[in-house]
């Protein structure tokens, strides 16, 4: 039992500050007031007027399954021989033990959203996990929580210059809706038979692995920068009646009605990065303000390794300083990513019922020079300053 | 008619005819007896020389790796783009032109077993065609005498490198068994099919199927005792006949391949052991395996034939156990019984095809020379050793 | 009929008989115990001041199908283009005249479980057999035909993604092939049952395995991959091993709730590569302190082929008990593998596959003075 008092609490259910007491018990919180009497057992956190707010969420990274300090024992990120890989589970590639998930927990980033990489037109599913334990599957909140795909630069890169399909954009869309098609067909005839193996069409793990997607329950998740690219990642779920979520989005801010009228979510960044290609020449930090203020529900992302987990709350900063207004931001680092994830049951929010993840900070995170001063996980401190 | 007389004729159908006759019609020999007949235009006095069946070379690659070309363009021994080609045969790759069949003839070879080689998995039929004549159709007389198999060592070092399968003994074995496998299934499929829903056409297990219903052996190139033992399995599960090709351990497995009546084509070579699996070559070999009941042929080392290798490897064969009798039987009636074609050739018989060898004195003594070969009861070499041109 | 008596007899199964004979007939014991009366026609052999044990198995071995002193010609146990390949035997493979075999033979080593081996593009590898460590005939040798079949999970199943990519090039894709082949194999199965389909090799072999009559015998080192292979298994319920496991000392709680059986070794590998940079020679007593299963592997052919009690004689150093550590390469293994009805320990009806020591085998003064394979002395000092 843990029982954190005074604290300047940023719920991210509201847009404002509350000062208060949280108690927590088996992991979870079970009460929010101004003033707590806890059972004499608990122990007691005096936060001082510091800030307390939910536990922050990477809503977007390749933590653990980019061992950068090992080589390609480490590296699973991709699988470079298959443009067409849905059958590919993030999960089965996560070692928790690697340095970031450290880092992440001494940021007060206690939940990430964990996948793989961006080189396959379709390339597997994306978990969300804890940033505490050393076996995965004890640090799952919820698997899987959308599927990988990809517009652009990078399936080109990966077969184009092989000589392989994909080539061209045209051939990307192609190929992903051949596949979308196929998956529903194969649904079909699997429903027709209520699964019975016997009578099934030959299985097929990649579009098995597809037919949540088709039936709206999990989310595509679409790495696009170019406008163009998000405009085709638009275009192909409406078209298939699919979930979809925006990784990256860079070009956004210039399309921003388009996607606030489909109603589609951003997972923004990295931005913290010179355009290394040119579908990333319009990268700002004002993408985030500019789709905010247009409807469209944001949270933001460091892509770890890519950028390091550490850097989460200043890029959110940085989004402030050019136009997303404060509570936005924090709204952005917190519940935005949960709801996007369908993982608001249990994170994302101060809200009694949560798991017990939670920031407390000397300052806001927004400012340049804040650190955690202490980060719980399931009620647990797993960082003090 | 036509006829030699006066020879001391080796039959290999009985004793030998100190002095007799053998005369024959247009291919088929129709006499055989001890009685001498006056010499005439038809009629050769041998004056005392030896005769005998034509020799019979059971396992080359003859004229399909040709003797002078270079590699690309005269190399037609192993279909190397796939390890898997059963459904292949020699008899379109064999180039008679080849200076090899004139060799073969030079020294008494009149019948020739010509296979793929040993890179491929399944590497085609084994066909058989006399030495003799200017076109293949001409010189063949069995199209496929079984399908050639090689396992060991050899398929697996060439696709490792390409690199492709297979490239470990498990799966050369798992791949003959697939085969096998997919054999029966095509079998049944055609069995229970009426003529519109027939299973496609397929080359592989059409030519696999005489060897699945016992009616071809599987003639495969193996060496160690541990290949040796898992051709036994693979001819034990699908009830093969069985021939070894090269089998340089056979000796060391004598009972037991005479239990399991396997025959063997050996070919001890007088050449080194060039590989590791051939540390065990020796010329010992085939006295161990007969003296064991076990039927079996010997070879010449290579693809071209040196002059007096035939005489080099019957010497070699009467230093380790063997009588001339036996040398003379181990290269033509006992490879005739292996190839399945003894209704035709491997012995001086009424009503065999008309292959014979004259030999002015004691064959295979050094001192020897041919002085007729006669292939289908035509003659294929005067004295002088060049073929004679047949029309 | 042969009477061996006066010893100090390890049965693996119960007390130690002090003063015990063993009566073997055939190839089996006939009797085991510390009372005996030698039958007349029995030869008689004295066994005064030695220890017996039940001959020593190898739960991972590499014997004549990687061979010895050989290059490629020997190395038969990596199909590397085919990453799932059930249906390769390794006792199609396995050269019964390497040398190896009577070294370890001469080592006590009476059962080897030969496999395929891990390596770049494998991740089913094929059937893994048991095979005594006598004979010429390599089907005269054959305990079982398969006990498991062979898996690789972890970065030794990887190509090189950023160099020269090939499925499988992430663990996710390792993951997923062996899910599709279970998944496919189930199909394979439910359609045999309804009608004839042509035949597969690879479901065929893979048939006991989704009916839980074979394990899958998976290499995992890192704890990552432990967790993987476990969550596979999981989800099609198939029955797992785990093989090497380099990292079990730092999750023995997780292995004994999962009830995974662990292969454990070698304990003497360096800490070169990056899958056995943590490796311990605690694993064996981490595991069975926590009550989990586990059996300690000679890797003979790959490791010296006399290695074995040196394996085991590691692991006690490090804190496992003797008499477990003894178990650890007798009946364990045997257990794990579901022989041991055959081999393993020294009871009446069992094979008479056992050793004759002067001395503890796992000390350097232990010498080995017979070995016997099915009733016949293989060994003899």
Excluded at chain 2, 1 to 15: D, E, H, L
Excluded at chain 2, 199 to 210: M, R
Excluded at chain 2, 215 to 226: G, Q, W, Y
Excluded at chain 2, 272 to 288: H, I, M, T, V
Aim: charged content about 20%; aromatic content about 4%.
């Amino acid at each position: 039992m843990l029982l954190i008092k005074n604290g300047k609490i940023f719920t991210a259910t509201e847009n404002c500050y509350q000062e208060g007491s949280i108690l927590i018990a088996d992991g979870q919180i079970v009460e929010i007031a101004a003033k707590i009497e806890g059972p004499s057992e608990a122990q007691i956190i005096d936060a001082g007027g510091r800030l307390v707010m939910p536990g922050m969420i990477d809503a977007h990274t390749h933590m653990g399954i980019m061992e950068l300090e090992i080589g390609y024992a480490g590296y699973d990120n991709n699988e470079m021989d298959d443009p067409i890989s849905p059958e590919l589970r993030g999960i089965d590639c996560i070692n928790p033990e690697t340095r970031s998930f450290a880092d992440a927990r001494k940021t007060g980033v206690t939940t990430v959203i964990t996948g793989p990489g961006s080189q396959n037109i379709l390339g597997g599913t994306h978990v969300a996990i804890k940033t505490l334990g050393y076996r995965v599957d004890d640090m799952v909140v919820k698997n899987p929580v959308a599927m990988k795909c990809a517009f652009g630069e990078n399936p080109k890169n990966s077969y184009g210059k092989k000589g392989r399909s994909p080539v061209t954009r045209m051939a990307q869309v192609a190929m992903l809706r051949e596949t979308l098609i196929k998956a529903r067909e194969y649904m079909e005839a699997k429903e027709a038979v209520d699964g019975d193996l016997s009578k099934m069409p030959p299985v097929d793990s990649k579009l098995e692995a597809l037919i949540p997607v088709i039936k709206g329950e999990l989310p595509l998740k679409a790495h696009a920068h170019r406008a163009d690219d998000i405009l085709n990642a638009i275009r192909v779920a409406k078209e298939f009646e699919v979930k979809l979520i925006l990784n990256h989005a860079t070009a956004g801010h210039l399309v921003a009605r388009h996607i606030a009228k489909a109603q589609v979510p951003c997972v923004l960044g990295p931005t913290f990065t010179t355009p290394g290609k040119y579908e990333m020449k319009d990268v700002t930090f004002k993408t985030h303000g500019i789709l905010n203020k247009a409807g469209v529900k944001i949270a933001i992302q460091t892509d770890a390794p890519i950028s390091p987990t550490m850097h989460l709350p200043l890029m959110a900063a940085m989004a402030v300083r050019e136009g997303l207004d404060h509570f936005e931001a924090l709204k952005a680092l917190t519940i935005n990513a949960a709801e996007i994830y369908g993982i608001a049951d249990r994170v994302g929010s101060l809200e009694v019922g949560k798991d017990a993840d939670i920031l407390i900070s000397e300052i806001s995170p927004l400012q340049y020079n804040a650190q955690a001063w202490k980060v719980i996980i399931n009620g647990q401190i797993v960082h003090s300053l | 008619m036509k006829a030699i007389t006066n020879a001391r004729i080796y039959t290999m159908a009985g004793q030998v005819i100190e002095r007799g006759t053998v005369s024959w019609q247009g291919s088929s020999i129709t006499g055989v007896s001890d009685q001498l007949l006056a010499p005439s235009s038809d009629v050769f006095d041998a004056q005392g020389g030896s005769l005998l069946p034509g020799l019979i070379n059971a396992h080359c690659q003859a004229g399909l790796k040709e003797s002078l070309l270079d590699y690309v363009a005269g190399d037609d021994s192993n279909e190397s783009s796939f390890p898997i080609t059963p459904q292949l045969n020699p008899v379109h790759g064999i180039n008679p032109a080849d200076p090899v069949f004139a060799a073969m003839l030079s020294q008494g070879i009149t019948t020739v077993a010509i296979a793929p080689g040993s890179i491929n998995v399944l590497g085609g039929s084994v066909a058989v065609l006399k030495t003799c004549g200017s076109t293949v159709d001409e010189m063949v007389i069995k199209n496929s005498a079984g399908i050639k198999a090689a396992i060991g060592d050899d398929p697996k070092q060439f696709y490792r490198a390409k690199p492709f399968v297979p490239q470990t003994r498990m799966n050369t074995m798992a791949m003959l068994r697939e085969n096998f496998f997919a054999t029966r299934d095509y079998l049944q499929a055609k069995e229970l099919a009426d003529i519109s829903i027939m299973p496609p056409y397929n080359a592989i297990t059409e030519s696999l199927a005489p060897v699945l219903e016992g009616e071809l052996p599987l003639f495969v190139h193996a060496n160690r005792r541990d290949d040796i033992h898992s051709a036994l399995r693979l001819a034990r599960e699908f009830n093969l006949k069985l021939i070894l090709v090269n089998a340089a351990e056979a000796h060391l497995l004598a009972e037991k391949l005479a239990t399991a009546q396997v025959k063997c084509i050996l070919s001890p070579g007088l050449k080194s052991r060039s590989k590791f699996e051939l540390q065990e070559l020796c010329w010992q070999a085939p006295a161990l395996l007969s003296a064991a009941g076990v039927e079996l042929t010997v070879v010449p080392d290579s693809n071209v034939l040196p002059a007096n290798e035939l005489t080099a490897m019957a010497t070699m064969l009467r230093k380790n156990g063997y009588t001339l009798e036996q040398v003379i039987a181990m290269l033509t009636i006992k490879p005739a019984r292996i190839l399945n074609i003894e209704n035709k050739v491997g012995s001086i018989e009424v009503g065999k095809n008309a292959d014979l060898i004259l030999y002015n004195n004691e064959p295979f003594s050094f001192k020897e020379e041919i002085k007729k070969v006669i292939v289908n009861g035509q003659e294929c070499l005067s004295k002088g050793g060049e073929q004679v041109a047949t029309d | 009929m042969l009477f061996i008596k006066n010893a100090r007899i390890y049965t693996m199964a119960g007390k130690i008989i002090e003063n015990g004979s063993l009566l073997i007939e055939g190839s089996k014991i006939k009797e085991v115990g510390a009372d005996l009366k030698a039958p007349l026609q029995a030869e008689q052999i004295d066994a005064a001041g030695k220890n017996i044990y039940p001959g020593f198995i190898d739960a991972h071995s590499q014997l004549g199908i990687n061979e010895s002193g050989l290059g490629a010609e020997g190395r038969d146990g990596h199909e590397g283009v085919l990453p799932v390949a059930p249906h390769l035997r390794a006792f199609d493979a396995i050269n019964p005249l390497d040398r190896m075999f009577q070294v370890a033979n001469s080592s006590g080593l009476t059962t080897a479980i030969i496999g395929p081996t891990s390596g770049r593009g494998t991740v089913i590898a094929g059937s893994m057999s048991a095979i005594k460590t006598t004979g010429d005939c390599i089907d005269d040798m054959i305990l079982a035909e398969c006990v498991g079949i062979r898996c690789t999970m972890g970065p030794t199943a990887k190509h090189l993604a950023l160099v020269a990519p090939r499925i499988p090039s992430s663990r996710t894709t390792i993951a997923a092939l062996m899910r599709d082949t279970f998944l496919k194999t189930l199909q394979y199965k439910a359609v045999k049952e309804d009608r004839p389909q042509p035949y597969n090799m690879v479901y065929e072999a893979m048939i006991p395995v989704m009916e839980k009559k074979m394990p899958i015998v998976v290499h995992a080192n890192l704890k990552e991959d432990v967790f993987n292979a476990i969550r596979v298994a999981k989800e099609y319920d198939v029955r797992l091993i785990l093989l090497f496991v380099a990292e079990a000392h730092l999750i023995a709680k997780d292995l004994k709730k999962e009830q995974v059986p662990c292969l454990l070794g070698p304990l003497h590998a360096a800490h070169s590569n990056p899958e056995v940079r943590h490796h311990s020679k605690t694993a064996a007593a981490e595991l069975s302190k926590a009550g989990a299963s586990f059996a300690i592997i000679g890797n003979t052919g790959r490791s010296k082929s006399d290695a074995i009690t040196v394996q085991a004689a590691l692991a006690q150093a490090a804190g496992l008990a003797e008499i477990e550590a003894l178990k650890a390469i007798t009946i364990y293994p045997a257990q794990i593998y579901g022989i041991d009805k055959r081999v393993g320990s020294l009871e009446a009806g069992k094979d008479a596959d056992l050793v004759i020591c002067r001395g503890n085998p796992l000390t350097r003064d232990g010498v080995i003075e017979k070995v016997f394979v099915n009733g016949e002395i293989t060994y003899s000092n």
